[in-house]
T-cell receptor, first 113, second 116 residues
Framework: DGGITQSPKYLFRKEGQNVTLSCEQN?????MYWYRQDPGQGLRLIYY???????QKGDIAEGYSVSREKKESFPLTVTSAQKNPTAFYLC????????????FGDGTRLSIL | AQKVTQAQTEISVVEKEDVTLDCVYETRDTTYYLFWYKQPPSGELVFLIR??????QNEISGRYSWNFQKSTSSFNFTITASQVVDSAVYFC?????????????FGTGTRLTVIP
């Protein structure tokens, strides 16, 4: 089945540690996105990529980094500079037409040890 | 600037009642797209419906219906004869423009609890 796979489902970070969240899609979508969701809040955009080897900052990019070396993959690194990383992280992808919806993975829940 | 407002933070209804979730949006784009997503307790976002700004026809899909009114900048979602499985957080979202990244702007969500 086509879809978006995020791993791991749960992740724990120690102080000063960088962690990487995986996002893979087999929908042949050009655009991919990373969102952060805090309890009781909506989704906030961290980074997005419209094409391989190109990505743009979203509203809350500080303390995060991404890469887009392959069309299928858009990993997110939460760096030690992100002082409040505990949140639910969602990855999405979308086809090239403007009216197409974004499709989401199951999410990764990140917590601080 | 794009903005989506979901004024209802939480709603509780008894099973089989009808419930309407409100969504009001702001945009300067003449072409834009509105979406509703459902987030069940498991966490994933499930796409429910898309509406183009130039198509004000309302839509019904089973127990779900959507009322899009450009005059009031609203895109409300009604669930008829609610069921326990409808319990979730529902998000309204907006993207604008005919080109570009078409980033989604989300409301803060409405948590619906259906009581058996």
């Amino acid at each position: 089945d086509g879809g978006i796979t995020q791993s791991p489902k749960y992740l724990f970070r120690k102080e000063g540690q960088n962690v990487t969240l995986s996002c893979e899609q087999n929908l042949n979508h050009d655009a991919m996105y990373w969102y952060r969701q805090d309890p009781g809040q909506g989704l906030r955009l961290i980074y997005y990529s419209q094409i391989v080897n190109d990505f743009q900052k979203g509203d809350i990019a500080e303390g995060y980094s991404v890469s887009r070396e392959k069309k299928e993959s858009f990993p997110l690194t939460v760096t030690s500079a992100q002082k409040n990383p505990t949140a639910f992280y969602l990855c999405a992808s979308k086809g090239w037409q403007p009216n197409q919806p974004q499709h989401f993975g199951d999410g990764t829940r990140l917590s601080i040890l | 600037a794009q903005k989506v407002t979901q004024a209802q933070t939480e709603i509780s209804v008894v099973e089989k009642e009808d419930v309407t979730l409100d969504c009001v949006y702001e945009t300067r784009d003449t072409t834009y797209y509105l979406f509703w997503y459902k987030q069940p307790p498991s966490g994933e976002l499930v796409f429910l419906i898309r509406r183009n700004s130039f198509d004000e026809q309302n839509e019904i899909s089973g127990r779900y219906s959507w009322n899009f009114q450009k005059s009031t900048s609203s895109f409300n979602f009604t669930i008829t004869a609610s069921q326990v499985v409808d319990s979730a957080v529902y998000f309204c979202a907006l993207s604008g423009g005919e080109t570009g990244a078409n980033n989604l702007f989300f409301g803060t969500g409405t948590r619906l609890t259906v009581i058996p």
